[in-house]
Nanobody, 122 residues
Framework: QVQLVESGGGLVQPGGSLRLSCVASGSIFSINVMGWYRQAPGKGRELVASITSRGTTGYADSVKGRFTISRDNAKNTVYLQMNSLKADDTAVYYC????????????????WGQGTLVTVSS
């Protein structure tokens, strides 16, 4: 069974930094796209950043210049470095993987992590 496990969330003061990690497990051969989404209280889920297996990245306008997404394909891990955090960044952050190919050749179209809470507050 393929699964994603996030870590690194917590409470941080405005202007501070956090680094989120997400590890994919389950006899994985490759993952096409990995990304981070977030859902603030009372709002819908939105894409924060994504990265392809070749390293092409994309960011929401609200986080450009402050957040950096990266991945280690050998470890099936994606990271989100978050700097200059604002109160508006408070949300549950979810890891997402698309186009997951298992060693057996079986493909999983999309999987989600359970989420990690980031709270930006003084």
């Amino acid at each position: 069974q393929v699964q994603l496990v996030e870590s690194g969330g917590g409470l941080v003061q405005p202007g501070g930094s956090l680094r989120l990690s997400c590890v994919a497990s389950g006899s994985i051969f490759s993952i096409n796209v990995m990304g981070w989404y977030r859902q603030a209280p009372g709002k819908g889920r939105e894409l924060v950043a994504s990265i392809t297996s070749r390293g092409t990245t994309g960011y929401a306008d609200s986080v450009k210049g402050r957040f950096t997404i990266s991945r280690d394909n050998a470890k099936n891990t994606v990271y989100l470095q978050m700097n200059s955090l604002k109160a508006d960044d408070t949300a549950v952050y979810y890891c997402n993987a698309e186009g997951v190919v298992k060693v057996s050749g079986y493909m999983v179209s999309e999987i989600w992590g359970q989420g990690t809470l980031v709270t930006v507050s003084s």
